[in-house]
């Protein structure tokens, strides 16, 4: 089974440790008698152990930096917020389809930020800014931030600072199910608690390194029992022999398992994430997993212009309509009152 992670390598920022966080962490990795090593940023890591690139690749992902947060200029984050809060960069998932290979380019190790209050301080400024509109912050954006979490707490610490704030709203999703200590977060009904779930064939030949199904809905059983609002990501929905069972099997298990829980199932919620990619993220998915059952051919895909002059390759209007009614009728099927927020 699974083992919850533990960095092989720790690297810290002097600067870090001026902060209450910094101190906690350093101490907690020494303790635990991993190597600590000193960096002068966190955006530039140097020295990662490998003999090669698919060396340096593994054990910068067994590897966490420990640094502040410079930027605090928060990205956008259409569809699932209005913005993306920073709490974490990384992630130790080897997920052959995951955006991640690319937008972290030649830095996949994992960075953990310590000015929470620098963080939280900024979150105010957009909370301010908008209200009386609401604001919601995704934590998950450029990590899979619940699968660190055990080591940080700073995203219970993001649960319960949101918790207190009359116009802020949080949320993240993750493929972990790690999620006891975030159980009894004073979240206050403020924070939008969500997992990633695929068709098993996705989830056996292109999500190694995660938790599987049964874990993730178990974890999510135990989320909904604290009270948190909660959904469902289904992401990446990927085109497969036999798709429309494989999906089929995954909503009938979800439906099976969440029965006996008593919960409110007008407040759960699906997040429809069709497959797509970019042609850099192709390259480096090629390199990096070689093997993989993932299929990216241009021929078959439809080009859609995206921010930066990226355009992504999705599927065809004609399939994604298909993926999209297939996809809902099950939602509708399994679990009639939730709401899906979005087909992407
Ligand atoms: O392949 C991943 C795709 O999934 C991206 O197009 C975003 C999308 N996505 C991911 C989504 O629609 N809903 C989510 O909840 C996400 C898990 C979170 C998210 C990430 C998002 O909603 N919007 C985003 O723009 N991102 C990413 O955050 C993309 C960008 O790299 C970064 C900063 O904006
Ligand atoms: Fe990427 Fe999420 Fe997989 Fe981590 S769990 S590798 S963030 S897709």
């Given at each position: 089974?699974?083992?919850?992670?533990?960095?092989?390598?720790?690297?810290?920022?002097?600067?870090?440790?001026?902060?209450?966080?910094?101190?906690?962490?350093?101490?907690?990795?020494?303790?635990?008698?991993?190597?600590?090593?000193?960096?002068?940023?966190?955006?530039?890591?140097?020295?990662?152990?490998?003999?090669?690139?698919?060396?340096?690749?593994?054990?910068?992902?067994?590897?966490?930096?420990?640094?502040?947060?410079?930027?605090?200029?928060?990205?956008?984050?259409?569809?699932?917020?209005?913005?993306?809060?920073?709490?974490?960069?990384?992630?130790?998932?080897?997920?052959?389809?995951?955006?991640?290979?690319?937008?972290?380019?030649?830095?996949?190790?994992?960075?953990?930020?310590?000015?929470?209050?620098?963080?939280?301080?900024?979150?105010?400024?957009?909370?301010?800014?908008?209200?009386?509109?609401?604001?919601?912050?995704?934590?998950?954006?450029?990590?899979?931030?619940?699968?660190?979490?055990?080591?940080?707490?700073?995203?219970?610490?993001?649960?319960?600072?949101?918790?207190?704030?009359?116009?802020?709203?949080?949320?993240?999703?993750?493929?972990?199910?790690?999620?006891?200590?975030?159980?009894?977060?004073?979240?206050?009904?403020?924070?939008?608690?969500?997992?990633?779930?695929?068709?098993?064939?996705?989830?056996?030949?292109?999500?190694?390194?995660?938790?599987?199904?049964?874990?993730?809905?178990?974890?999510?059983?135990?989320?909904?029992?604290?009270?948190?609002?909660?959904?469902?990501?289904?992401?990446?929905?990927?085109?497969?022999?036999?798709?429309?069972?494989?999906?089929?099997?995954?909503?009938?298990?979800?439906?099976?398992?969440?029965?006996?829980?008593?919960?409110?199932?007008?407040?759960?919620?699906?997040?429809?994430?069709?497959?797509?990619?970019?042609?850099?993220?192709?390259?480096?998915?090629?390199?990096?997993?070689?093997?993989?059952?993932?299929?990216?051919?241009?021929?078959e895909r439809k080009y859609k212009w995206g921010r930066y002059g990226i355009g992504k390759y999705v599927y065809p209007t004609e399939t994604q309509d298909k993926l999209k009614d297939t996809i809902s009728a099950y939602t509708k099927e399994f679990f009639p009152d939730s709401t899906i927020s979005y087909f992407t």
């Amino acid at each position: 089974m699974i083992k919850p992670f533990i960095p092989e390598l720790v690297y810290i920022e002097p600067r870090a440790l001026e902060f209450e966080q910094g101190k906690i962490l350093h101490d907690k990795f020494s303790e635990m008698g991993i190597e600590i090593r000193e960096t002068t940023s966190h955006n530039q890591v140097r020295g990662i152990p490998g003999a090669n690139e698919f060396q340096k690749y593994k054990n910068a992902k067994n590897t966490l930096a420990i640094g502040v947060r410079k930027t605090l200029e928060f990205d956008t984050s259409k569809p699932s917020a209005e913005y993306a809060i920073p709490l974490a960069t990384g992630c130790m998932g080897h997920c052959h389809y995951c955006y991640l290979q690319t937008t972290l380019g030649s830095k996949p190790y994992i960075r953990t930020y310590v000015n929470l209050e620098e963080i939280f301080d900024q979150a105010k400024k957009y909370m301010d800014e908008r209200k009386p509109e609401l604001t919601r912050f995704e934590a998950a954006c450029t990590s899979d931030i619940v699968g660190i979490d055990h080591l940080t707490h700073s995203l219970k610490k993001a649960v319960e600072y949101i918790g207190q704030q009359k116009y802020g709203r949080l949320r993240f999703v993750t493929k972990y199910h790690y999620v006891d200590h975030l159980l009894d977060a004073e979240h206050n009904g403020h924070t939008r608690f969500r997992f990633s779930i695929n068709a098993d064939f996705v989830i056996k030949y292109m999500e190694p390194g995660t938790s599987p199904l049964d874990l993730r809905i178990e974890a999510a059983k135990k989320v909904l029992a604290a009270g948190y609002p909660s959904g469902f990501i289904v992401a990446p929905i990927y085109v497969h022999d036999g798709w429309e069972e494989g999906y089929y099997q995954m909503f009938q298990k979800l439906h099976d398992q969440l029965k006996d829980v008593d919960y409110d199932e007008e407040n759960l919620t699906f997040e429809l994430i069709q497959h797509r990619f970019t042609k850099p993220a192709k390259r480096v998915i090629e390199q990096r997993y070689p093997k993989s059952k993932l299929e990216m051919n241009e021929e078959e895909r439809k080009y859609k212009w995206g921010r930066y002059g990226i355009g992504k390759y999705v599927y065809p209007t004609e399939t994604q309509d298909k993926l999209k009614d297939t996809i809902s009728a099950y939602t509708k099927e399994f679990f009639p009152d939730s709401t899906i927020s979005y087909f992407t």
